[in-house]
């Protein structure tokens, strides 16, 4: 039996659509599911339960399970209750990380690029203490995952007891299939699409940063099916354990990422640049990219779909569907 816990979010169902794929049914889901819609992420997949949060621990009591992958968390980057997003992100994850402990349990869980704060200090995924707390996260979401990741390199440096695998992801920004739910936090191309698909104009912001052009900032994209290509191969690999980061390598633009859109499409390119937001021109990042020595390293060796072809599969298989969900 496995256990997905946000399985019923973006990332989480496609990882269970995976986990389904390879053969898995006896599947868990930890999660809720609202009324915004969110079950249609799971609504073609088998599942052995789903779960609500708050009936979990009782739940837990007595179980075996094969692993744990832990997805489940307060996401948006404008979250302001600090102390609902702590108790969801930071002290939910520890217990869970005891429990794996406890009752010896692979635990693979989401961390974020958004631990890095505005990337003064680099996008190493160095894992060593010291390393780690030079990061300053720019928001309480980036922030809970910090903390977790620090208490989790804490206990290895220390030598203390932990999960027989466990490894802590790091993703970039991730777009793709079932991410329609999270509204603002969606990818900039699920919310433009149908824009594009309409033929009006695309908006992006202006640059306000000498030397950079109009919607030439840059993220490292990656496309969801890499994302879960990584957690399947942890899966399969439980010799590996640490903090790494899960991105191409390979920061791109966002108009690179709406000129693939139009091109996946056939249509003509109609891009506008507008002003960005006065308050947040000062802590806006205009770039991100993600350090994979180390995910090389431990031996993974799945690659990454480059953003053209990423494009593509999204809009000709879903985005541009009738039905969009994976």
Known sequence: MLLVTGGAGFIGSNVVAALNEAGRSDVVVCD??????KWRNLAKRQLMDIVPPDQFADWLKGRRLDAVIHLGAISETTATDGDLVIETNFR????????????????????????????????????????LRQLRPMNLYGWSKHLFDMAVAERAALGQKLPPQWAGLKFFNVFGPNEYHKGTMM???????????????????????????????RRDFIYVDDVVRVMMWLLATPSVSGLFNVGTGSARSFKDMMLSAYAALGTS?????????????????????????????AGYNGGFTGLEEAVELYVKGFLDRADRFR
Not at 270 to 295: A, C, H, W
Request: glycine share 10%; charged share 25%.
């Open 92 to 131: 939910f994850s520890l217990r869970l990380l005891d429990w794996c402990t406890d009752n010896p349990t692979p635990f693979i869980y989401a961390s974020s690029a958004a631990t890095y704060g505005d990337g003064a200090q680099g996008f190493a995924d160095d894992p060593s203490l010291p390393a």
């Open 32 to 37: 809720l599911l609202g009324r915004d819609g």
């Open 269 to 297: 390119p109609n891009i506008q640049y507008i002003d960005m937001p006065e308050q947040i021109r000062g802590s806006y990042q205009y770039f991100t990219q993600s350090e994979v020595d180390r995910l090389h390293g």
């Open 187 to 217: 990818s900039v191309l699920a919310r433009r699409f149908d824009d594009i698909k309409a033929g009006r104009p695309v908006q992006l912001f202006k640059s306000h940063r000498e030397g950079i052009a109009d919607g030439d900032q």
